[in-house]
């Protein structure tokens, strides 16, 4: 991780945003026009998608028909979608053809600048682009990102190869993550049994003795062959040991 941090910093050159992606709004077709909403087959992200699915979406809750589109122009897979007004700073990777409602903003790589830029770096950059957003913000009734100031953000440029195996450390990280809270999951799950019958409840003081421990601080002995229990040692998982002869 270290290299690659040291890599980003001196391997790179910066561009801004508005020289790599095309930046367009996104919108709500017509409510009162049944034809647009109705045996829908296009994807229409909103605010809702991003809470229910995740930062990766490749499917929505709401879908509208081609009628609904304006031109006939969708929004190309592979594109991010930033929220710039509302609940700013909120991003989400779109891996299908789609469009998305008013609240976001969605950065559309340029045809020229498949070689400069992989989108899942620029996800993760998102991170940093999120920060400045909330930042940056119109002083008005409805808050906004300032979006002149946000299109000549300079975003780095590090070259492609080098991209990818930063985004193959950031996977594996969030990979980790999600498994932690998967296990966090079925852990509440199965200690929990409120709703369970043949289970029987005890007070903890019926089945356990308790006992004080004591400061050994004064008898610490490196030599020692009793394991000395303190804060750190429980803190560490038992890394960090002190050992005392009493």
Known sequence: VCLYVWLLRHLVEFKELKGVFDIRNGYTPSKNNQAFWTNGTIPWFRMEDKRKNGRILSGSIQYITPEAVKGGRLFPANSIIMATTATIGEHALVTVDSLVNQQFTFLVRKV?????????????????????????????????VDMNGFKKIKIPLPPLDIQKEIVKILDNFTELEARKKQYEHYRSELLTFNDMGGVQWVPLSDIINFMNGKGHEKNIDENGKYVVVNSKFVSTEGRVRKYSAK
């Open 112 to 144: 020229n600048c498949s070689d400069l830029i992989d989108m899942k770096f620029l996800f993760y950059y998102c991170y940093v682009l999120a920060a400045w957003c909330r930042n940056n913000t119109n002083n008005s009734s409805f808050a906004s």
